[in-house]
């Protein structure tokens, strides 16, 4: 109920926004920031009849943006955990290197602040993960890509500093670790989704 009251909450923001919006941006700007984040996986895992094996997990990063007026490019890391299980008894952990890219139509509200729906893609690499404090060799078979929609607020500092959130929810294609499940069980893969939250302040070239 959470995740679904936020993402209603950021698409109301940008429909308010774009009401009250005065102009598009003037011309053509190029700006680099950094930021933190947190996120994770609601869904994914496999099911075998009844029986489920449920992925989820949830943590905190960093990173880096670049952006180009209708595009951001970034580069984050992201480390989190979970309990993961049918019945949630399997302690799990993991580290991913995040490289997205996504559209962005930004609108004008004042001098001050500016709105812009968010959609495109960002590909997830595992490079790490352990499951009850074993390491698992096999950690980028967790990699994934995954297709995300949301929208942010960018407020202006000074005239070349400003402060951004974003809200992304995302869906993702099945990583290796649930096909190679599927196909050996006969089963089927679960879906995997999440939310990611970013914080950042970023500077105008």
Not at 15 to 31: C, R
């Amino acid at each position: 109920m959470a995740k679904k009251s936020l993402v209603v909450l950021v698409i109301t923001a940008l429909a308010v926004g774009g009401l009250f919006a005065q102009e598009e941006p003037k011309g053509f700007s190029m700006s680099a920031g950094i930021g933190a984040l947190i996120g994770g996986d609601f869904g994914g895992g496999y099911k075998v009849g009844d029986a489920k094996m449920k992925t989820p997990y949830f943590g905190g990063g960093g990173f880096l943006f670049f952006d180009a007026t209708y595009a951001e490019l970034s580069f984050g890391v992201l480390g989190g955990g979970g309990k993961w299980g049918d019945e949630n008894t399997v302690d799990a952990s993991m580290v991913n290197l995040n490289i997205g890219l996504l559209g962005k139509y930004p609108l004008v509200i004042n001098e001050k602040m500016s709105v812009f729906p968010l959609l495109g893609i960002d590909y997830q690499i595992t490079v790490s993960s352990k499951v009850n404090d074993e390491k698992n060799d096999d950690a980028g078979d967790l990699s994934a890509l995954w297709f995300k929609l949301g929208g942010g607020l960018d407020y202006a500092i000074t005239s070349k500093m400003y402060a951004r959130l974003e809200a992304l929810y995302g869906l993702r294609l099945a990583n290796k670790f649930e096909t190679d499940m599927k196909d050996d069980t006969d089963g089927e893969t679960l879906l995997g989704h999440g939310l990611t939250v970013k914080l950042a302040v970023g500077y105008k070239f």
